[in-house]
């Protein structure tokens, strides 16, 4: 049996994820869209802490919300106006978007109520299986042992030199 | 001695080749003159000196690989690798065949690395007053480098492979010397005929090359011909094979033998040579008279014990060299063009030599015509280089390759008429010239062979001394050109009259050289006797009455020329027009090779193979123009076409699986 | 009541399709980018979902959302340059506005 709180938590997250996803679509001020974005990600940090991955919820909220969501808004700012609003869907449009989503939905749903793994162990004994703390994360992103991870750690490391590079490259006047 | 000589031999003239080829363009004519002939010179003086340890000292060569080679074991002169660099191997069940690249001094390498840089030298000399002020001045004398560089190492290759490379390797200089004056249309053509023709002999030589290689499974020369070596193999493997009623022995050496007669311009590929004569006369004299062309005679010679055992192979050689000695005369004597002659003369000798090997036998005056066809190979370059530039220099002087344009020169040009000649008086073999020791021990070997082709040849010989004396009286005596007031002719300068005069002096002298003691087929020396009765007097006989007879015809101006030829006058023209070789080929080519089965390959090309090709491409266009609305340019159409197929792929996973 | 897997995957679900309604809907390149970014936030989601049900000794899910974050900071910024240079070229963000490339 659960904690009380942690399912009151679990339900108050949830809604907060479902209903700012779809309002972040269906929104016409594109400013809105990208602040209810950001609650999305915190919900979603919520969930990382819940699952027991602190390190995994305190890097989404300072990659995500903080940094990628500054770039948006600042983006945001320079192409558009304020009193910009997009324009209403047209039927089709919507009709479009909406059968694709229901697709998916349709098909991954049934995915997952019909595999096995669905009857799998409840969060409370997950979460004594083992404790993540942050020596063994700094320890294996660093190892070159087996499932030691300083390959892809230099990768991304070089990637987003790269990227620095790019961007500067790109955005700069000519 | 030691392999300093012979490598220095072989990279002087390349490096020259690449010094004037590289750099040429910024060097004055002069510097680059003055270069190319201090190379070739210094390559003559080492050759020298390798060719005179080699046969009179009797001291022993230092090979690469430490080894010490005497010169002469019990009186036989020995064939000495100098070096022999593996440069491609390849290992099957069978034995390791090598390609190497190597220098081998032997008895007549030594005498072409003499004849080969003597002539090179002095025509590289010659043409630096005779190419004087000619554009492309620095690019010619590279391409001579290039040429003496490639005949040196063909000569002293130590395996057929390193032959062959250089074989084609003085194909393609001669295709550039002859082509020198790329801007005449008719210099281009030349230039392309002489390297197809011996490009599509040197076909027939490759495959004899591999079919040799195939049984004996070597290249090496001297492992080809010592004694027992490849005769064992051919004995149990090669004589059991036969195809077309010849034993494949016969079919590699005949092959091999095609290279020869492309290079040689033996008949029928001889069409090349007359034509070659469109380049510099330099060239002319260098390699299509002393050199080059006298490759298919010194390949035979290289491989003579192979040919010595399939007669049948060296009867093949005798035929073809004697149809060829007698009709390359015949043409000669009706051309007008003084070059076309003497390409017909050369021709014709070049032949003589080839039957002399051709009826060469040990058992015959001791394999006499071996050492008589590489005699008259030594002499030949000799006199007629010297009749190649005497006509370069009277080309220089009228500014026109034809004899009517001449006529009466030997007053305004002594020393070419002089040279001229003992030149003239060398090739017809009157004694004491040079020419008349190599031919009469050449004569001497026929006639030991058979009779028959004893008097054959003399024949030739007698039609040598007469259009060789019609072109002499034609051009110096017969009647003065008018055309001389305006513009008289005059001797050459010096760089062109000394090679002259030393060919000249060398053609004098050069019969007296004990040959015999130096280059013979097994190396054994062999002392040279003169049959005066049999063989001298009546060829001697035979070339003073042909000269007497062309000086009646031609001494003087009058009708008679003009009689003799309409006696015959079929005759007369076919030899004029080289009886019609040309127009053969032309018809063969053009009427049924390009019109006959080349268009109906063209057809099949162009409609069955291009036409379905053509099909593909029809199809796949259409479908493009069909579908490609697809590509609006919107990403979102994108994005939802792309996400429906993701959601049908997985529907088709999820439903197998479950 | 227990919270088990499926409990925290529907929501990650209805995150990713919302990315894909809003994929296909909006007009405006930076409205696209968020939707993306729903997307990918839903397959980080249900990295470390998996890896605590199914593997809770592990820590690749994990890992691969770490990564995935950074890569994911990489491409939005990247996006987010080329977004700004289109706005200088052609003074609009609207994807229909941006059809050079098509045939």
């Known amino acids: 049996m659960e904690s009380i709180g942690n399912i009151v938590l679990y339900f108050v997250v949830s809604l907060v994820i479902i209903i700012f996803s779809v309002m972040a679509v269906t929104t016409r001020k594109i400013l809105r869209a990208a602040t209810y974005l950001l609650f999305v990600l915190l919900g979603t940090a919520v969930f990382y802490f819940q699952l027991g991955y602190e390190f995994l919820g305190a890097v989404q909220i300072a990659v995500y919300a903080g940094g990628i969501l500054v770039l948006f808004v600042f983006s945001i700012l320079l192409t558009q106006h304020p009193a910009d609003d997009s324009k209403v869907l047209t039927m089709h449009r919507r009709f479009v978007g909406i059968l694709a989503s229901l697709l998916g939905v349709a098909l991954l749903g049934y995915a997952l109520y019909t595999m096995p793994f669905a009857e799998g162990m409840s969060l409370q004994t997950a979460l004594t299986a083992n404790d993540v703390d942050m020596q063994m994360i700094g320890s294996k992103l660093l190892s070159t042992d087996k499932f030691g991870y300083m390959l892809p750690f230099e990768a991304v490391s070089v990637l987003l030199l790269a990227c620095i590079i790019g961007g500067i490259a790109i955005a700069r006047k000519r | 001695m030691d392999i300093t000589l012979p490598i220095l031999i072989l990279a002087i003239p390349i490096a020259m080749f690449l010094i004037l080829g590289l750099t040429g363009m910024k060097m004055s004519h002069k510097m680059a003159g003055v270069l190319g002939i201090c190379g070739m010179g210094t390559t003559m003086v080492l050759s020298y000196i390798v060719a005179y340890t080699y046969f009179f000292s009797s001291g022993s060569a230092i090979t690469a690989d430490g080894m010490s080679m005497p010169f002469i074991v019990d009186g036989v002169r020995q064939q000495i690798q100098m070096f022999d660099v593996t440069w491609l191997s390849w290992a099957f069940e069978r034995g390791t065949l090598t390609v190497n690249l190597g220098f081998l001094l032997d008895p007549i390498s030594a005498m072409m690395l003499v004849v080969i840089t003597t002539i090179s030298f002095f025509v590289h000399l010659y043409s630096w007053g005779y190419m004087e002020g000619e554009k492309g001045f620095q ?347 305006h513009h008289t002719p005059h001797d050459a300068p010096w760089q062109m009259s000394l090679p002259l005069i030393i060919l000249a002096a060398v053609s004098c002298v050069a019969g007296f050289i004990p040959f015999g003691e130096l280059v013979t087929w097994n190396g054994e020396p062999y002392h040279i006797h003169i049959d005066w009765v049999g063989v001298a007097i009546p060829s001697l006989c035979v070339a003073a009455a042909a000269i007497l007879l062309a000086t009646i015809m031609y001494r003087k101006k009058n009708s008679l020329p003009d009689k003799v030829a309409a006696i015959w006058p079929g005759l007369w023209t076919a030899a004029h027009h080289r009886f019609y070789w040309d127009e053969i080929y032309m018809f063969i080519t053009h009427k049924i090779i390009f019109n006959g089965i080349c268009s109906a390959i063209a057809w099949f090309d162009r409609h069955i193979i291009d036409g379905t090709m053509d099909m593909f491409a029809k199809v796949t266009q259409k479908t493009s123009y069909a579908i490609r609305g697809f590509q609006s340019g919107s990403i979102q159409a994108y994005v939802w076409w792309y996400f429906l197929g993701a959601v049908a792929l997985a529907a088709v996973t999820a439903w197998a699986i479950l | 009541m227990n919270l088990d897997m499926l409990m925290y995957l529907i929501p990650s679900l209805i995150m990713f399709a919302c990315g894909v309604f809003g994929f296909i809907t909006r007009r405006n390149l930076i409205a696209i980018l968020i939707s993306l970014e729903l997307m990918l936030n839903a397959v980080d989601l249900n990295f470390v979902i998996f890896n605590r049900f199914l593997f809770p000794g592990e820590l690749e899910g994990m890992f691969f959302t770490l990564f995935s974050i950074g890569i994911a900071a990489a491409e939005t910024a990247l996006a987010i340059a080329i977004i700004i240079n289109i706005f200088r070229a052609v003074k609009n963000v609207d994807v229909k506005e941006i059809t050079k490339l098509k045939f």
């Open chain 2, 139 to 485: 690019r010619f004398y590279a391409f001579l480098s290039l040429f003496s560089f490639s005949m040196l190492g063909l000569v002293v290759a130590t395996n057929i492979f390193q032959m062959y490379i250089f074989w084609e390797l003085v194909g393609v200089s001669s295709y550039l010397l002859i082509g020198f004056y790329y801007k005449l249309q008719s210099a281009v053509a030349a230039s392309k005929k002489a390297f197809i023709v011996t490009r599509f002999a040197d076909l027939g030589m490759l495959i004899g090359i591999l079919i040799l290689s195939y049984y004996t499974k070597t290249f090496n020369f001297i492992d080809l011909t010592q004694a027992g070596g490849p005769e064992e193999v051919f004995n149990t493997i090669g004589s059991g094979s036969v195809f077309m009623g010849c034993s494949v022995l016969t079919w590699a050496l005949v092959l091999i033998f095609t290279g020869g007669m492309g290079k040689s311009a033996m008949m029928p590929l001889h069409i090349w040579l007359p034509d070659a004569m469109e380049g510099p006369t330099p060239v002319s004299a260098l390699i299509h008279a002393a050199t080059m062309v006298v490759a298919g005679v010194y390949l035979v010679a290289r491989m003579f014990p192979l040919y010595l055992m399939e007669p049948a192979s060296l009867d093949f050689i005798t035929g073809i060299g004697a149809i060829t000695a007698l009709y390359a005369a015949v043409v000669a004597c009706t051309q007008i063009d003084i070059k076309r002659v003497l390409a017909f003369s050369t021709i014709s000798q070049i032949a003589f030599m080839m039957v002399s090997l051709g009826v060469a036998r040990p058992e015959i005056h001791e394999g006499l015509g071996y050492m008589a066809s590489m005699f008259h190979l030594f002499t030949h370059a000799m006199f007629k280089a010297l009749l190649f530039l005497g006509a370069g220099a009277l080309i220089h002087a009228v500014h026109s390759n034809d004899y009517t344009a001449m006529g009466g020169l030997r007053k305004y040009m002594p020393i070419t008429h002089w040279t001229f000649l003992i030149g003239c008086l060398a090739i017809a073999g009157i004694w004491p010239f040079s020419g008349f020791f190599s031919k009469d021990e050449m004569l001497s070997a026929m006639y030991g062979y058979s009779t028959f082709w004893g008097i054959w040849m003399t024949a030739v010989a007698g039609l040598t001394a007469f259009y060789m004396f019609r072109l002499y009286y034609l051009i110096f005596w017969w009647d003065e050109n008018p055309h001389y007031k």
